[in-house]
C-alpha cells in the first residue's frame, strides 16, 4: 500500500513538472514569435463608404491632408463573391483603403478597422492565436496577396494582409493613431494580447486622462498609448456612456497646424463635429468628411507648427 502512494506521488510530481513545461515551453514560443509588422505607412484605416459618396471622400482626403492616390479600380476583396470599388489614398498622415462596394458587403467585412501589412501571414495567424486573438476568417486570397480577419480580446477587429509583390510606399510625415474604445472589463486582455502580436511598448497609461477627449470634461478616463512597428494605438478605456461622437472616430491625425487643417477641411466639405480644445499635451477636434468617416486630428503642444 506503501508503494503504491509513493507510486502515485511520484506520478503526480512528473505530471506537474510536464505541465510547468508545456506552460513555459509555450511561453517561450509566445516571446520569441517574430516580429511580422513592415512599417506604420503600411498599416491602413478602412473606410467604407457609399458608391456615390467615393470620390467626392477621396477628393475630401486629399485636400485635407494632401498625398496621392493609386489608380481606382473595381475587385473582388472577400473570399466570397462581392464586388467592390477600392482606391489607395497615401497622405502624410497616414494611408487609407476606400471600399465602395457595389454589393452586398459579406459578413464580418466592414467591421474592420485597420488593414496590417504583415510579412508572413502564416506567421502571422499563428503569432494572433497564440497571443489571444480570434481568427474570424480565415486566411485568403485576393488579387494581389493574401488576407485573413482577426479579433482582439475587446472585439476589436483588425484585417492582417500580404501581397505577393512587396509595397513601397513612401515614409508618413506624421504617424496616425488607432483609436480602440474597450471596455475596463477586456482592456487589459486587449492591451496583453496586442503588446504580444505587435512586439510594441506601452507609451503610457494614464488612469486620470482628461474625460474632455471623450466628451466628458467633467470626469476623467483611462487612457493607453501604445507604439510599435504597426505604428500608434490609443486605448481609450470607458463605461460605454459616450456622447455622439466619440467612439465612432477610427483614427487620430497628427498635423503641423490644427487651425490651417481645419479650413482646408471645411473648405473641401468636410464638417467639423467637436470644435477644437486643448489638453495638456494636444490640441484637437473631431471631423467628418464627406460619405461619413469621422476622425480625431490634432496638433502636438509644444511641437514646432
Partial sequence: MRARKVLSVVASVVIAAQLLCANLSAQTTDAK?????????????HVYVAREDFDRFVASLVATFGGTTSKQGVFTVTPTP??????????????????????PIPYPFGLERTGYLVTDMDEAIRAARAT????????????????????????????????????????????????VYVSPDRADAFVQSFLAFSHGNVVSDESLAPGVEIGKPAENYRRIRIESKFGKLTVLVTDGHLPYPYGREMAGYEVANLAETLEKAETAGVQILILPYTTADREAAVIQFPGGYIAEIHSVIGRPK
Fill in 33 to 45: 514569435s517574430a516580429n511580422v509588422a513592415v512599417a506604420p505607412q503600411y498599416d491602413t484605416t
Fill in 82 to 103: 462581392s464586388s467592390t470599388m477600392s482606391q489607395l489614398v497615401l497622405t502624410p498622415v497616414g494611408t487609407i483603403s476606400v471600399f465602395g462596394f457595389k454589393t
Fill in 132 to 179: 489571444g486573438a480570434d481568427v474570424q476568417v480565415a486566411p485568403f486570397n485576393d488579387p494581389i496577396g493574401r488576407d485573413a480577419v482577426i479579433q482582439w480580446p475587446g472585439g476589436v477587429n483588425t484585417q492582417l494582409y500580404w501581397h505577393t509583390t512587396a509595397p513601397s510606399y513612401p515614409t508618413l510625415q506624421t504617424i496616425p493613431e488607432n483609436r
